[in-house]
Structures are given as structure tokens and as C-alpha cells.
């Protein structure tokens, strides 16, 4: 059984050689009376929040860090190939909870769940209908509460959540812009999810300036995904009753020291509403976010451009190349196509 394992607890930006890959020859078996099963990996999740988790800080962070020499943990796709739960049987397609390994016993099924459709490709349980799909859905309508022609701007807009919320925005009838790290990207955001306009950050010199040339008129609505500078100006620039999703920070996940924001006053003059938000708390409106987005997905009116590296052994660049913005679109790591 082939395994990425954590080699050691990191500071500042996570490497390739904080992980490491390893063979386990411990035979793979459900023990007598489980009532968990054991899986196939097929695809692997990498998203940002498994890079805090690769750190050993005591810092309020949400979920615990991985455990030293285990599997990195995250969401993935599995193929059951023993059942001890009679919810699941042999050769069913699952989504949740796994291993960065070939095969995984997962004791605790709380957080598996059946694959239904079978006709999308079955990565996008990892992304589009997976925990960065509901992110996006329950971030904006829950959070933002989105009208017909505001301003909407999106932070880190070509990723896994963030392609989304701009096609969502536009298929309300938003005016939509979106900010991303690489020309490609911004390709991306105009020429295939539709945004109205879209900026690379990292030719900005002056963030206040790049926002006042979008939106003269100020934003209505900040989906941000990466804290920091950006938010900063975006605070310079809302319009009175603007709301901000706090959907995360990736720009200080890594940082020794994260930087102030110093607007944050503008909120009380122009009675805005600044919320953060976790996915967990939205996973009862699951049913409703595939209503709503299945039917788009098959018209093809909303499109999802994922980023697939292929191998257990590509997972740790993979992972960490989310950190430096490497991925195009949301990052899946291949196991085994079956
Ligand atoms: P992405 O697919 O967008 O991948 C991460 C991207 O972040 C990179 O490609 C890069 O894009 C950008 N990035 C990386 N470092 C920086 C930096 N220093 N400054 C600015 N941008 C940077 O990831 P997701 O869509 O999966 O996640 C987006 C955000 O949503 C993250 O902050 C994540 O933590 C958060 N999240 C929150 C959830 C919640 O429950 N609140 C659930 C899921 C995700 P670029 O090249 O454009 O810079």
C-alpha cells in the first residue's frame, strides 16, 4: 500500500519534503465486526485548509493538525471493496473522508457518502459537487445575500470555489470581476466562466487603484479568498451596505507574522457586514445546492476547470503548489481511474 505520510510539522510555506513516500506491507483488512469499510482511492482532494493542518499551531485553527508519520488526511473518491456498514456495499462509489494512500480502512463513516450521479466525471465530487461546490453555493446566497445587478469581486476567482461564485453571480445578474495570479488565469475567468472583467493581482501595483478602475462605483459584494492587501483595499472601495463573505486567507496561511488590515473602520461608515463562514455549518443545504446546480451543469451553463495531477507520488507537489498558486482551476490528484 503505497502512502504520502507526514515527515514533519512545518513553518512558513509548506515543501514536497515535508512529506513523504512510503509502502506499507500491513495487509489491509476490516476487522471482524467494523462497522466501517475498506476503499480504493480513486481521486484525491488538495485544498488549502490541509496546509495549516500541516503545522503544528495552537492558534484556534479549526481542525487539528495531521498526525507525524501517518497519511495526510483529506477528502477523496473510493471504490468500496468491504463493507461492515449497511449503508455501503461492495462496489459502491463514495465520496469523504480518506488516506493519501492506495487502499484506506475507514473506521468512521460519518462523513462518506454514496456517490448518485454517476454521469458527471467522478472528480467532481472532489470540487464542483464536492466541499469547494457547496463553499461557493452557501458563501455567496447563504452569506452575501446576492441581488440582481450588485457589484460582486472574487479573490483567487479561477479556483475551486472561486469559478463558482462568479458564475453563480453571473447567472443571477451580477456585474462580476474577478482578480487571479497569472495571465492564464485571467484568460480563464473572461473567456470561460463568463466574468464580466478580471485583474492579475500580481501586476497591480496599487490595489485601490485596480479596484477603483473595475468598479467606479464601488463593490456590493467581496467573496474573499485570500485576506490580506487585497481585502484591505476592498474595504477602501465598498459600497454602503456592502457585505464580505470571509471564505478564507490564503495569502496569511503561511506567513510567520500575518499582516494588519487597517480599513476595517470603513465597515461602521458604510454599515457593511464582514462574515466568515465554515462549509460544515451549511451541509444541510446539500440537496438544494444539487437542485440548483446539476440542472446548469448538464445545460452546460456552468462550466468547471480542474487541475488533474496524476499519481499518489504527484500528490505532495500538487498540495503544496496550491500554496504558490501552480494550480489551474481546482487541484484533484488521480490514484487510479477504477
Ligand atoms: P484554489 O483552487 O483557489 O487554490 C488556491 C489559490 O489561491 C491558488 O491557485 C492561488 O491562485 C491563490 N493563492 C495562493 N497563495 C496566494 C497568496 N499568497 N495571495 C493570493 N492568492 C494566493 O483554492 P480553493 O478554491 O479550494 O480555496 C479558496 C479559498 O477558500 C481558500 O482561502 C480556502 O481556505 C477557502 N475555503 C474556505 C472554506 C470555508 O468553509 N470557509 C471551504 C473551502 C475553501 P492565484 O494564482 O490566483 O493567486
Redesign the pocket.
Known sequence: NKQVLLKNYVSGYPKESDMVLATSTIKLKLPEGSNGVLVKNLYLSC???MGPRMKNLNNGFFIEPFKLGSPITGNGICKVLKSGNPNFKEGDLVSGVTGWEQYSIIESTKYMSKIQNTDVPLSYYTGLLG??GM?AYA?FFEVCSPKKGEYVFI????????QLVGQFAKLLGCYVVG????NE?VDLLKNKFGFDEAFN??EEPDFDVALKRYFPEGIDIYFD??G?K?LDAVLQNMRSHARIS??????Q?NLEQTEGVHNLTNLVWKSARMV?????DYYHLYPKFLEYVVPYLKEGKIVYVEDIAEGLESAPKALVG??????V???VVLVSPE
Open positions: 485544498d488549502p485548509y466541499m469547494p463553499t458563501g479573490s483567487a476567482a479561477s479556483g475551486a470555489v472561486g482578480s487571479a495570479g497569472r488565469k493581482y500580481k479568498n485570500v490580506g487585497l470571509v471564505c478564507g486567507m490564503i495569502s496561511y466568515g463562514f465554515l462549509v460544515a496550491l500554496f504558490k498558486g501552480c494550480n482551476g481546482k487541484q
